[in-house]
Each structure stands twice: as structure tokens, then as C-alpha cells.
């Protein structure tokens, strides 16, 4: 049974954006809503032996940066409140401060590294960032109602969305028409998800239907994109890999690096970053860092469809992409063709998460490295290399890369493979910082380089 709280005190965030704070018993208490510097009362949800969670009911010191009002009108910390954001009561500045804290903590709490410089963070727009996103659709027959949106926070039903402030206005303002769309085709209730991809110029949507589609169901689709130019229709009956358009031509789906010269067409199921603002300074910076030269080789690690791997192009001697999947592989290939920069690049796929000091002396010798793995990170990839350094006879002819610049979606898995390699393979961290990909979300992306004299 909840009850409320004595007043306790918040000195911090944790990863999903709940204020800590410990209570006079001394367990640690985590606050839903409640944020460093306040003073709050909560009702007490959960009860652990070492730690309490539950809402924050009353304040009485507020922090300064509080966002009283915050811009969605969907966002809250009550029951039926939009769980897409978690942080909009917090100020976008203060939150980039949280993150890049954050990346700091879990460097040297997880893997017992210090960065010789934090750099400032990479920030972006706060609104109408996320080109990607999947909605859940789902029609109320009590209701005799069609709902599309992000969950409800901390629950499966679907929240009561009118618009969204995070995806573009034009893709917020479809929000409603689709609703419609949706209530009028004969197969409402066998469509459970829209994903959104959204490139330069389309919008790309992709309905997952449980049914095959009929023709009436179709023609309400092309209806609707006839009325909404920029939307294209894609159409997925089972897997992603059945993902197909609804129609031939058309414009392709594609974003652009200008400051490369590149474009990368793309699926809408293909993993391409979710916010392309940050992902244009990400590359930009993350070339920067490595000061690729002319004469030099690189390896792009985790390359999938060639985002750092086509602009590293440009500037190195040779490019080897390395990336899991066979057919993200034969992707990189048609787009390093597309872009003209087949001559001095090449793919491969392999397993990545069974990386071996064997393996990297057949992948040959690159003075600079760009990783950019999944919220797994590359483990097996730090241990090969530190397993290397410790027995060269492991990796014969085989020398470490001069500079390794680390692109991460996951601080924890950052920090564990930074461990292996300051620790174990001698390099140093010699700068990192926070990157905001999600702002409003608790959800922390960052870059390191590490140097090996």
C-alpha cells in the first residue's frame, strides 16, 4: 500500500531520468518527476530492501531549471501522460548537462577511465528532431476510436496523441488524418504499428497489417498520399524483411551529407539515425578526430550502410567497411558505387561479436579505426585488440591503430570497452563528450577517442 513520504532531499538523475535521493533510513529512493537541488514529498510505490521508488506529490524547494509548462501537451508524469519523453520538465540545457555527466560517471565508475578532455557536447534542435519513430496504432471498439501514438508512460496502452512535438510538424500534423484513415479502412483493427522514416523529401510509412490489405484498403492509402504529397507507403505483412512499397517510383528515400558530397538511400527499415541534424555534426566531428590523411587506411567497424564509412572515403587512401549483415554489406557496396567512391572502398561481413586476435591480423594493419557498434558495443572487438597487444604472437604482423574514435549509443558498454583498452591495450581516452540524439528522452549517445603512442 503507497503512503507518502517525509521531505527528502534530490541530489541526482538516474538513467531514466528519476531524481535520487536516500531517505532518513538511509536506503536510496528514486522519484519519478523529481529533479537535483528540489525538495519533495512522494507516495512510495515499491519497496525493496535497500531501496524505495514512488511520484513525486508536493514540492517545496523547486529547482531552477524546472520547465513549469512544458511544450508538449501530452507530456506528464501521471497515468495516461505519453511516455515518449521522459525529461521535458527539465531544461534542454540542463539536460545535455545531465548526459555528458552521465558519459563522465559511467568512464570512470564502469571502467576506471579518466578522458583527458571533455569536449563540449553535440546538441542540436529540441523540436521536431526524430525522423524515426513507431507509432502504435490501435482501434477502441468501446470507443469506436483509433488511437496512434508512442505507449502510455509505463504501460501498453496506446497514448491519446493529437500531435507530437518531437517528430517534424509536418509528420505531427499527419497525427489526426491518420487516425481517420485508419478508422475508415476495413482492416482497422489488424494494424498494430506505422513506423515512421523520414528522409530529405519523403515521408516514409510503413504498415505493419496482419492481414493481407484488400483492394478498397489500398486505394484508401494512395488516397491519402495523393493528399499528402510528401507521404510514401510501404507495406510490411510479416518481418522487415518483407517491407515493400505500396507502388513503384517516385522519389527516393535518401538523406543527404552535404559537407561530404554523399547521399545514402535507404530503406525504411534500415538503421539510420533517428535525429539527422546531430548525425551530420556526429560525422563531421568524428572525421575531425580521426584527422584522416591521404595516405592513410581506416576501418569502419559496425559500418552498416556506409553513414561514417562513404564520407572516411573522401579523405583516406582506403576504407574497409566491416558490418554483420550480408545484406547491409551488399547495401554499402551499391551506395559506395552510387556515391563514386567504389575505387578506394571495400565491405565485408562477419560476425563482429566474435572478434579474435587472428581475425584482425587477416583484417590487416590501419593507422585509424571508427567504431560505431550497438547498444552492445564491441566488446569482443576491445578484447581482441587488447589480447593482441598483451601476445603479438596472437595477431602476427599485426600493429594497433594509432587513434580509435568510438561512437556510442550506450555510455555502460562505452565505458567496459574503454576499460580494455586504457587498461589493458594501453591507449589513452584522450577526449569524449555527451551527444544529444533524443533530447527530452533519457536516452545517452556520446564519442571517445582513444590514442596509442
Known amino acids: 500500500m503507497s503512503q507518502v513520504s517525509e521531505w527528502l532531499k534530490v541530489d541526482a538523475l538516474d538513467l531514466d531520468a528519476q531524481g535520487i535521493a536516500r531517505n532518513s533510513e538511509g536506503k536510496v529512493v528514486f522519484i519519478e518527476g523529481a529533479l537535483p537541488g528540489e525538495e519533495v514529498q512522494i507516495t512510495v510505490g515499491r519497496k525493496k530492501n535497500n531501496w524505495e521508488q514512488g511520484a513525486l506529490t508536493a514540492l517545496r524547494r523547486e529547482s531552477s531549471q524546472r520547465v513549469s509548462h512544458p511544450a508538449c501537451p501530452h507530456f506528464g508524469l501521471h497515468a495516461g501522460a505519453c511516455g515518449g519523453c521522459k525529461m521535458q520538465h527539465l531544461h534542454t540545457g540542463a539536460q545535455v548537462a545531465v548526459k555528458q555527466r552521465v558519459v563522465e560517471d559511467n568512464l570512470w565508475h564502469l571502467g576506471k577511465v579518466k578522458a583527458e578532455t571533455l569536449m563540449r557536447p553535440i546538441e542540436g534542435p529540441a523540436w521536431g528532431y526524430r525522423y524515426r519513430a513507431r507509432f502504435s496504432v490501435r482501434y477502441v471498439p468501446k470507443k469506436d476510436k483509433v488511437l496512434i501514438g508512442f505507449h502510455e508512460r509505463k504501460s501498453r496502452y496506446v497514448a491519446d496523441m493529437e500531435v507530437c512535438k518531437v517528430v517534424p510538424q509536418a509528420v505531427s500534423d499527419l497525427l489526426l488524418p491518420l487516425r481517420a484513415l485508419i478508422m475508415a479502412m476495413d482492416e482497422r483493427d489488424r494494424l498494430p504499428q506505422i513506423e515512421l522514416a523520414m528522409g530529405d523529401q519523403v515521408i516514409a510509412l510503413v504498415v505493419r497489417h496482419l492481414n493481407p490489405l484488400g483492394a ?29 512499397l505500396l507502388d513503384e517510383g517516385g522519389p527516393e528515400l535518401s538523406y543527404a551529407l552535404p559537407e561530404f558530397g554523399v547521399v545514402m538511400p535507404f530503406k525504411p527499415t534500415d538503421f539510420t539515425q533517428v535525429n539527422p541534424h546531430i548525425n551530420t555534426v556526429l560525422v563531421g566531428r568524428a572525421l575531425r578526430l580521426l584527422d584522416v590523411q591521404k595516405s592513410e587506411r581506416v576501418i569502419d567497424w559496425f559500418c552498416g550502410l556506409g553513414n561514417f564509412t562513404l564520407p572516411l572515403a573522401t579523405k583516406a587512401r582506403e576504407v574497409l567497411g566491416i558490418e554483420g549483415s550480408e545484406t547491409l554489406v551488399q547495401r554499402s557496396r551499391e551506395n ?76 555502460a558498454t562505452l565505458a567496459r570497452d574503454a576499460g580494455l583498452l586504457v587498461n589493458v591495450a594501453g591507449y589513452r581516452c584522450t577526449k569524449a563528450s555527451a551527444v544529444n540524439m533524443f533530447p527530452h528522452t533519457s536516452h545517452v549517445e556520446s564519442i571517445a577517442v582513444f590514442e596509442r603512442d
Not at 221 to 232: G, I, K, N, S, T
Not at 237 to 244: A, F, L, Q, R
Not at 384 to 408: C, F, H, M, N
Open 216 to 244: 478498397a484498403d489500398k486505394q484508401r492509402l494512395r488516397d491519402f498520399a495523393a493528399e499528402h504529397p510528401a507521404v510514401q507507403w510501404w507495406l510490411q505483412p510479416k518481418g522487415p524483411d518483407t517491407v515493400h
Open 336 to 411: 559506395a558505387k552510387r556515391n563514386g567512391l567504389d575505387a578506394n572502398t571495400s565491405f565485408v561481413a562477419r560476425n563482429l561479436f566474435e572478434m579474435t586476435p587472428a581475425q584482425l591480423a587477416l583484417d590487416g594493419v590501419a593507422e585509424k579505426w571508427l567504431v560505431d557498434p550497438p547498444r552492445d558495443g564491441a566488446f569482443a572487438l576491445a578484447k581482441a585488440v587488447a589480447d593482441a597487444v598483451q601476445d603479438p604472437s596472437l595477431a602476427p604482423g599485426w600493429t594497433p591503430p594509432k587513434r580509435i574514435v568510438y561512437v556510442s549509443c550506450n555510455p
